[in-house]
C-alpha cells in the first residue's frame, strides 16, 4: 500500500474572520497548514490551496517540502478532485484526505486509518454525538437516536481509484465530505475512533479552543 495525504486549503474560510484565510493564520506560532503538513510526517503531501494563494502558503510552509500544490476550485469538492489528480499522478494507491482547518491531528488516528485500509476501500474517523439531538424549527419535533450518529471527521482514508471513481460519477449537491460520495457508490467505510483535538476550525472562538488544546498537545 503506497498513501498520500491530500490536504485541501482552498477554502475563503470567512466564518473564521481574521484578515488572511485561517488555514494560514498561526496557532501555537505555526500556521495551521504547516501543522497539517507536519502530522503527516513520512506520508507525501499533495496541497490543493485557493489562486493566487501560492506565496502565502511557500511563507506558511517555509522549509517544509511537499509532493506538488495544485489550484482548487469554488466548492470543496472541485479542490478535492484536483488534488486526487495529482495524487493519481504521483503512482500512490490510497489516500488520505485532509480539510487543512484540522490542523491538530493525532498520529494515533492515522495509524487507525491506516490499519484499516488494509480490509477495507475507505475509513473516517468519527466522534460519538453527546448532545440530545431533536427536529423541529419554532417547537420541538422528535428526538433522534444519537447511538446510531457520528461526528465525522478528516482525514478520510480511501483507495485512490475507487474515490476518484466515485467523484467522477457524483450527481448530489456539494458535498460537505467525501466519504458521503464514496458511500454513495457503494463503498463500505470503516468507523474509526477519531479525536476531538481534531475539530474543524470554523468560527473564531474555535481558534482560542484549539490554543488551549494546544497546551496539552501530543501529537
Ligand atoms: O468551508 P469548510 O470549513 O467546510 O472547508 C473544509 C476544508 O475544505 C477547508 O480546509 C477548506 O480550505 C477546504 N476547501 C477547499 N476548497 C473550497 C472550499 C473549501 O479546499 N472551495
Redesign the pocket.
Known amino acids: 500500500m503506497q498513501v498520500a495525504a491530500l490536504i485541501?486549503?482552498?477554502?475563503?474560510?470567512e466564518r473564521a474572520g481574521g484578515d488572511v484565510p485561517k488555514?494560514f493564520r498561526l496557532l501555537g506560532g505555526i500556521p495551521v497548514i504547516a501543522r497539517a503538513v507536519d502530522a503527516f510526517a513520512g506520508i507525501p503531501v499533495h496541497i490543493?490551496i485557493?489562486e493566487g494563494q501560492e506565496a502565502e502558503l511557500a511563507a506558511a510552509l517555509g522549509s517544509r517540502a511537499v509532493a506538488s500544490v495544485t489550484t482548487?476550485?469554488?466548492?470543496?469538492r472541485?479542490?478535492?478532485r484536483a488534488g486526487l489528480a495529482a495524487a493519481a499522478a504521483s503512482g500512490v494507491s490510497h489516500v488520505l484526505i485532509h480539510?487543512?482547518?484540522r490542523p491538530l491531528l493525532p498520529r494515533a488516528v492515522i495509524d487507525r486509518l491506516l490499519t484499516a485500509l488494509h480490509t477495507a476501500d475507505g475509513a473516517v474517523p468519527v466522534l460519538p454525538v453527546v448532545d440530545t439531538l431533536a427536529r423541529g424549527t419554532t417547537t420541538l419535533g422528535d428526538t433522534i437516536d444519537r447511538a446510531t450518529l457520528h461526528r465525522i471527521q478528516t482525514p478520510q482514508a480511501f483507495r485512490l481509484d475507487a474515490i476518484i471513481a466515485a467523484h467522477d460519477v457524483w450527481t448530489g449537491d456539494a458535498p460537505?465530505d467525501d466519504a458521503q460520495v464514496a458511500r454513495a457508490q457503494g463503498i463500505e467505510i470503516t468507523l474509526v475512533p477519531g479525536d476531538a483535538a481534531l475539530d474543524?476550525l470554523?468560527h473564531p472562538a474555535d481558534f482560542a479552543r484549539a490554543e488551549t488544546t494546544l497546551g496539552r498537545w501530543q501529537p
Open positions: 485541501v486549503a482552498a477554502g475563503k474560510g488555514q490543493v485557493g482548487g476550485g469554488a466548492e470543496r472541485d479542490s478535492v480539510d487543512a482547518a460537505t474543524k470554523t
